[in-house]
């Protein structure tokens, strides 16, 4: 049995009732990176089903630093599952071990930083057929959070309820009539519901990496509020209670490249990690006039000097 931190249970995997507001959003969000092939990505689904539309995302950064990517707004009419735009989700064993597929068309990205403008992106690049089939197990404890109505929490309007675990994945990619890749790595699953803008937070860096079966840990910092944990092992889990974190960026961009994040834990713990952007895309969102940049990197990390690992650093800040 999973080990549940939190008052989550095994059965939230599945989709929630729809609640009434406007921007009720349930997602799901499953990164992967095969350190064997040097590629990895992510795939998120978003139900929006009060205004009508999912939101889907796939991305897959290749070795050689070109990405396969693409974005839907495929139309829902309802919170029953996961399964739209070619994109669907399934709940194998609650808990504990979650399928992902996605069979449809994706744009080919030499230099994924053109998803700049994304309009032109998509007009002046080929367009591929993919295959991607995972299978995603638990390794690490699942911890979160659902606020009770009227509770701690209720009124947040960035998620309400929300969970992660770390993974281990396996599975296949072929593009187009290629090969088939067999995929053999880790990663990190995140659920949430409740109302959702993008726009409801000024900044936020999330910092996901898995260096083995043994060792997870997430860092996140949003405003100056420091969270995060390290996993070991499928039971243990170690709050980050302190972190100072120093970012490098391409030029005079927001594109960050490189990190150094230096965090103490609970037990008293002092680590130190390095991260090395090795595939970047960045992405947007933009409602009423905001615009909010969220850039997208896959990481390689060294953890004290020793440890390599993979996974995602997310930074997410609102345009002037």
């Known amino acids: 049995m999973v080990t549940i931190i939190g008052n989550v249970k095994p059965e939230d995997d599945y989709t929630h009732p729809l609640g009434p507001e406007e ?11 095969d350190r064997e092939k040097q590629m990895g990505g992510f795939i998120r ?25 693409n974005y839907k707004r495929p139309q829902i009419s309802h919170n029953d599952g996961w399964d739209a735009g070619g994109l669907k989700v399934e709940v194998l064993v609650p808990g504990e071990k ?15 930083r053109e998803m700049r403008e994304p309009s032109v992106a998509f007009k002046e690049n080929p367009h591929k057929k993919v295959r991607l089939d995972l299978v ?10 659902v606020a009770e109505p009227g509770g701690a929490g209720s009124q947040n309007d960035f998620a309400r309820a929300h969970y992660e675990q770390h993974m281990k994945v396996t599975g296949t990619l072929q593009v ?13 699953r995140d659920h949430s519901w409740g109302p959702r803008y993008w726009q409801s937070t000024p900044s936020y ?5 898995n260096f083995g079966d043994d060792i997870g840990m997430v860092l996140s910092v949003v405003g100056g509020r420091v969270g995060g944990v390290f996993h070991r092992g499928p039971d243990e889990l170690i709050r980050i209670t302190e972190a100072e974190l120093d970012t490098s960026y391409e ?6 490249q490189g990190l150094t994040a230096k965090i103490k834990l609970e037990n008293g713990e002092s680590h130190t990690i390095v991260g090395k952007v090795t ?23 060294t953890l004290d000097g020793q440890r390599k690992g993979y996974g995602l650093s997310e930074y997410l800040d609102q345009a002037e």
Not at 23 to 33: I, L, M
């Open 23 to 33: 921007n009720f959003n349930e997602s799901v969000y499953f990164n992967f990176f």
């Open 45 to 69: 689904m978003g139900n929006r089903a009060n205004e009508g539309h999912a939101e889907m995302t796939v991305i897959v950064y290749q070795s050689d630093g070109s990405a396969l990517f």
């Open 98 to 112: 979650i399928r992902t597929t996605f069979v449809g068309s994706v744009v080919y990205l030499a230099d994924p």
């Open 136 to 145: 995603h197990e638990g390794v690490g404890p699942i911890y979160g959070h």
């Open 176 to 188: 187009e009539d290629g090969p088939v890749l067999e995929i053999t790595g880790h990663g990190l």
């Open 205 to 209: 860096r999330w910092i996901t990496g």
């Open 251 to 256: 030029g005079d961009t927001n594109y960050h």
């Open 279 to 301: 595939g970047f895309i960045p992405l947007r969102n933009r409602r009423s006039g905001m615009f909010t940049h969220i850039g997208e990197g896959m990481t390689e990390y």
